[in-house]
């Protein structure tokens, strides 16, 4: 019997798939003035598998099955490993090939590590829970560099593009990935009340000690090795700690349970125990805060691009649906407030996405030896991190919302969008962390100040709501020198936003379309523009090219035959 037909499918909107998610316009440009335009290529090579529906499959498989720990083999013994989809490993298959990880450590080129943070904002609107041990390898190099006997051994696995998974020992390897693991369960963020404890045993070489404690946070506990703190006869120290020792034993670092997290679970993170494990010193002795906060700074770049990326994929995601849905007569886009909704939208896209890339220029320059990108990159990575991440929140819930009820269906993509997006403004230093950490590098950065209203003096003249901002914010940062630390703890969060608004809006003042950087600029950096997150979306002001805007987040489709995701789905 024929099943009767009881409707017409009609009005539905198109599968966002088979585009090219490099086809990003404020990317390629911020990509190409940043140094990286040679890595145009390899972008679109990565931009069109990030937009193939089989990839779409992997990302929703990896969040689907989410890892699982197994603590014992079948006889008893002890294995503390971490069991993923096939999905998760083909993705990171993917990320660690195209050098996501460590490997711009090892190209000289300049312009290297902004091509590396071009493709992590690329491959992480695909699928953001694998960029954590992605984002931990990269981070880890810089710190490691203050060991030089143990960058010389691991550095060249660590940069190597294979991805090898499997507990090892690490020289026996392919490619190796790293970890953190800082905070414990009294400290939190104050990790200078860390209970852990190193005791030297130079039996095991040079720097060895042996580890008893635990750790309530590590991320990325899969991982080959770990920079980790604690507590050695001369005060907090950081160590680097393998899983697995060189004569294949098992290091004893025991996984407690994994954490049940809101987003991100695709990742694995856990609570650890410590008994007797070997770990070798990384930096001076009673400087471990000094000497990880080298893997800290990259990680946060990483939270700034990562939540870029999310504001990116949601943006595309409610333009694409509100060009093709239709209602009362026309399509959602083309109705008066929905544009108002999508233009806001897409300024904190344009915004996030130049700052995020400009602050990688800084990152490429600095590991170069820049000293004013270095002081720079200081002061606006945490105001960045701050504002751009607390915005993120906000911004994929209005994204949701212009899909209606199809956008709080899991099919959509947004409700795992949303979960993510917390996460940066947690991880590698909450709000709170990071805001005073902008006042920090104010305070005891030398040049910091003088490269910050250096970068925003080269718009001066262009906008006149950003030139009143700069005023004001100069007043601001002469005021702090006046001010007890009460008092600039309390402005903390409000002058880290305004850094970051201002600097956003120079670089769309001095690089972006005009009709993107007027609308910045007349709704962002007008006096009653609040300095935090908060202000509603589509409540742009009259008199703004809206369709101009919405067209820089419009996913265009293909052009060539579709790319071939790395791996299987499972």
Not at 125 to 143: F, K, L
Not at 166 to 192: C, H, I, N, W, Y
Not at 415 to 443: H, K
Not at 450 to 469: K, P, W
Request: hydrophobic residues 45%; contains cysteine.
């Amino acid at each position: 019997m024929t099943p009767r037909t009881t409707h017409e499918v009609r009005n539905q909107v198109p599968p966002l798939a088979g585009h090219d998610v490099a086809a990003d316009p404020a990317l390629l440009e911020a990509v190409e003035r940043e140094g990286a335009g040679w890595a145009a290529a390899e972008l679109h090579e990565l931009g069109l598998l990030a937009g193939q529906p089989a990839t779409a499959e992997q990302a929703r498989l990896a969040n689907e099955h989410p890892p699982v720990l197994g603590t014992h083999d079948r006889y008893g013994n002890r294995i503390d490993e971490v069991e993923f989809h096939p999905a998760w490993h083909a993705l990171m298959d993917t990320a660690v090939g195209h050098g996501l990880h460590a490997a711009p450590w090892a190209d000289p080129r300049p312009g290297a590590h902004v091509a590396r943070a071009a493709k992590f904002y690329v491959w992480s609107q695909a699928e953001a829970g694998h960029g954590c041990p992605i984002s931990m390898t990269y981070a880890v190099v810089p710190a490691l560099r203050n060991a030089p006997e143990l960058a010389a051994r691991f550095e060249p696995l660590l940069v190597a593009r294979a991805y090898d998974p499997g507990l090892r020992p690490p020289e026996g390897k392919r490619g190796l990935l790293s970890g953190m693991a800082m905070t414990e369960k009294q400290g939190g963020s104050d990790v200078r009340a860390n209970t852990t404890r190193a005791e030297p045993a130079p039996q095991a070489g040079a720097g060895a000690h042996v580890l008893t404690g635990h750790k309530w946070f590590c991320s990325a506990p899969m991982s080959d090795m770990f920079l980790t703190l604690a507590q050695a006869p001369a005060g907090l120290t950081c160590f680097l700690l393998p899983r697995v020792l060189p004569g294949g034993e098992r290091n004893g670092m025991h996984l407690q349970r994994l954490k049940d997290k809101l987003g991100n679970r695709s990742n694995a993170s856990a609570e650890v125990e410590f008994d007797g494990a070997l770990a070798w010193q990384v930096g001076e002795a009673g400087r471990g805060v000094a000497t990880i906060i080298a893997m800290v700074s990259a990680t946060r770049l990483d939270c700034v691009i990562g939540s870029a990326a999310g504001i990116r994929a949601a943006t595309v995601a409610a333009v694409h649906h509100a060009s093709h849905r239709q209602a009362f007569g026309k399509e959602l886009a083309a109705q008066p407030l929905m544009a108002n909704v999508l233009a806001d939208l897409t300024l904190d896209s344009q915004a996030a996405t130049a700052l995020a890339i400009r602050l990688a220029g800084a990152a490429d320059r600095a590991a170069r030896g820049d000293a004013g990108e270095t002081a720079l990159l200081r002061l606006a990575l945490p105001a960045a991190k701050y504002w751009v991440c607390k915005r993120f929140p906000a911004h994929a819930v209005e994204a949701l919302e212009c899909l209606g009820g199809n956008g709080y269906v899991e099919e959509s993509g947004l409700p795992r969008i949303y979960r993510e997006a917390p996460l940066n403004s947690i991880w590698e230093g909450s709000g709170n962390v990071t805001a005073l950490d902008v006042l920090r590098a104010l305070a005891r950065t030398e040049g910091a100040a003088e490269a910050l209203l250096a970068e925003l003096g080269a718009a001066a003249g262009a906008d006149a709501y950003l030139d009143a901002a700069v005023t004001d914010l100069k007043r601001q940062v002469a005021a702090l020198a006046l001010a007890t630390t009460l008092e600039a703890q309390h402005e903390a969060r409000a002058l880290a936003g305004r850094i970051a608004i201002a600097l956003a809006a120079a670089l769309l003042v001095r690089h972006g379309p005009t009709p993107v950087a007027d609308a910045y600029c007349a709704s962002r950096l007008q006096s009653a523009a609040p300095a935090g997150p908060g202000a509603p979306f589509g409540t742009l002001p009259a008199g703004l090219d809206l369709a101009a805007i919405i067209d820089r987040a419009r996913a265009e489709p293909a052009v060539g035959p579709p790319a071939e995701p790395a791996g299987g789905t499972g």
